[in-house]
């Protein structure tokens, strides 16, 4: 601001010397950088979609899942749903209910049959979200040693992230939450369960070790490289 007011004052007294020249120069690349960013900002904004889901039966998920990419946005329409099988993600993306109460999928399984309900793979350097939906048993009378809700990272650290949130998980038979190598948080949920299994987080380790490296390695608390665990009803 101050060289934009030498400008024009040495200028109103006949001076055109360098120095009082670079000021207008440098606003303009300053204007061009801003165009530039709104533009490369609005791109970010438009590439990102929303795919409704046409009910919220697990096929019908899973088919809107198919065709969201990374920053998308899936939703979930209100309704009751059995699932009898589960589903996979691999994308960072936002699957959204229209609320716990509204959207409710329901673990239907067949002779208590051995899955989860959402298996979720995050990618590398992107943040990923499930909210507002909730969760039921109906059928299942022997506890799963799985999560109903499955979270894969990886060994190599990077910004890859999971939050769930503003979900209620009720009677489940199994471990409402289960992680391997995973960041993230889990906030602001309702959880109860019949069985003994609430949340298992295994930290750097491979499936195959059952979270057992975890055991050797630094705990991490207050770090960016931990799952937190907030503000929940348990």
């Not at 046409?54 to 699932?83: E, F, K, R």
């Amino acid at each position: 601001l101050q060289g934009t007011g030498q400008w024009g004052y040495e200028r109103s007294h006949g001076s055109l010397g360098r120095d009082s020249m670079t000021v207008p120069r440098l606003r303009v690349i300053g204007a061009i950088g801003l165009c530039v960013a709104l533009v490369a900002l609005n791109a970010i904004f438009v590439q990102a979609a929303t795919y409704p889901a046409a009910s919220c039966s697990a096929a019908d998920v899973a088919a809107a899942v198919v065709l969201a990419a990374n920053g998308d946005t899936v939703t979930i329409p209100a309704g009751t749903c059995d699932w009898t099988a589960g589903i996979t993600i691999a994308k960072a993306i936002v699957l959204q209910g229209a609320g716990a109460g509204q959207t409710i999928i329901r673990d239907a399984p067949v002779a208590n049959g051995d899955y989860r309900l959402i298996t979720w793979t995050l990618v590398a350097n992107q943040t990923s979200r499930m909210t507002g939906i909730e969760f039921q048993n109906n059928g299942r009378t022997a506890e799963l040693d799985r999560g109903a809700i499955f979270i894969g990272g990886s060994l190599t650290r990077d910004q890859r992230r999971m939050r769930i949130d503003s979900c209620v998980f009720t009677d489940l038979y199994q471990h409402t939450l289960e992680t391997f190598s995973a960041y993230g948080v889990f906030d602001s949920n309702t959880a109860t369960t019949i069985g003994t299994r609430y949340l298992a987080f295994k930290g750097r380790a491979s499936a195959a070790d059952f979270g057992d490296t975890a055991w050797f390695t630094a705990t991490d608390f207050g770090t960016a490289w931990f799952f937190y665990v907030e503000d929940n009803t348990i």
